[in-house]
Nanobody
Framework: VQLVESGGGNVRPGGSLRLSCAASGFEFHDWTIGWFRQVPGKEREAISCIIPRHDTTQVADSVKGRATISADNHKNMVYLQLEKLEVEDTAVYYC???????????????????WGQGTGVTVSS
């Protein structure tokens, strides 16, 4: 399993970014792919998740209305569009994949099996 994130960077408050996760080595359509973020010294936070085959999605309350997750089933890509970014959105964003939805959506005590290396997002003026 390989997950490679990209698209992070520096952005001003109110700006937007699209994070990408290139996935390979597993049944992309049937697994759940999630986005998490972590700030050093703080707990990892589940942001959003998707099951590509059903286009079923979830978004955390902390980013609801500002984050949209989507999947390209032909390219095995998952995207996280972030809008109206706030300083509090500064974090390293990780893509994770698991055959169990609860794990990939951050609803389990057990973390997802597979992780990317992360992409950093810094929101500052």
């Amino acid at each position: 399993v390989q997950l490679v994130e990209s698209g992070g960077g520096n952005v001003r408050p109110g700006g937007s970014l699209r994070l990408s996760c290139a996935a390979s080595g597993f049944e992309f359509h049937d697994w759940t792919i999630g986005w998490f973020r972590q700030v050093p010294g703080k707990e990892r936070e589940a942001i959003s998740c998707i099951i590509p085959r059903h286009d079923t999605t979830q978004v955390a309350d902390s980013v609801k209305g500002r984050a949209t997750i989507s999947a390209d089933n032909h390219k095995n890509m998952v995207y996280l569009q972030l809008e109206k970014l706030e300083v509090e959105d500064t974090a390293v964003y990780y893509c994770a994949a698991d055959p169990l939805r609860k794990r990939a959506c951050g609803e389990s005590q057990v973390a997802p099996m597979n992780w990317g290396q992360g992409t950093g997002v810094t929101v500052s003026s």
